[in-house]
DNA sequence: AGACTGTATTCATGGTTTTGAATGTGAGGA
DNA sequence: TCCTCACATTCAAAACCATGAATACAGTCT
């Protein structure tokens, strides 16, 4: 697989509304699932879809706590893009949320602005 | 159109080896359709295809000279994506071709490293 | 005008992505 | 063991993308 080619799947990831919107969140650090849920206001076998898609890409990694998945930025060339394409984390879209904001797990999970 | 959906847009543009490979060529200046089509060692058709799509997603200018069209990155957030994703201009992985590489417009057109 | 040259467009077809709906899975608690 | 909770997967239909082949178009030259 040339450079371009590897390139090119990596940006076939990032080339949906929502998934960068997953990865924008994750920019500060890791995220459950019901955490992506609660923000992007979407249902959660949706979000889900979107996730495995990155995950496939190998643009996240994630790790299994409990009942819930967290998921990361599995290296830093998606990070550097999105500060590239749309700023600084601190200029990010999507609402910090400190602490889990769903329901079920808001006063365990801790998703701190990183 | 959310900031997400145009930056989902861009990415969708650059998620092909052959639209990289072309934008790669662009980062170091204008260059015309045969410049790339020497260069790339694809039929003519096929590059203006791409060129179309790079166009359509306002990431390519072009501009008629004589019989040649050229064509250039329209801003610089395309320059900046591929210095974070591919390194800096130097070490681009398209040869640098010096002067049109094209049989028919050799003697005229100017590739310069920018 | 007619021919040629460099570039653009159209068309057809096969492949892939998107998304909702339904269902599966595995860990933890009663 | 059985239930629930958080998450993952499968399926199917519609939409969309990739690409070869053929063809159109707009300058330039004679």
Do not use: W
């Amino acid at each position: 697989m040339t450079a371009y080619e590897e390139l090119a799947a990596r940006f076939k990831a990032l080339a949906h509304p929502v998934r960068l919107q997953i990865v924008d969140i994750l920019r500060r650090g890791d995220a459950c699932v019901c955490h992506m849920e609660t923000a992007l206001g979407r249902r959660q076998a949706y979000i889900s879809q979107q996730l495995m898609v990155l995950r496939e890409a190998g643009l996240v990694d994630s790790r299994k706590e409990g009942l819930q998945v967290f998921y990361r930025l599995s290296d830093h060339v998606t990070e550097d893009l999105l500060n590239t394409a749309l700023g600084a984390v601190g200029e990010s879209q999507q609402p910090v949320l400190t602490g889990c904001p769903c329901p079920h797990c808001s006063t365990s999970a801790v998703t701190s602005v990183s």
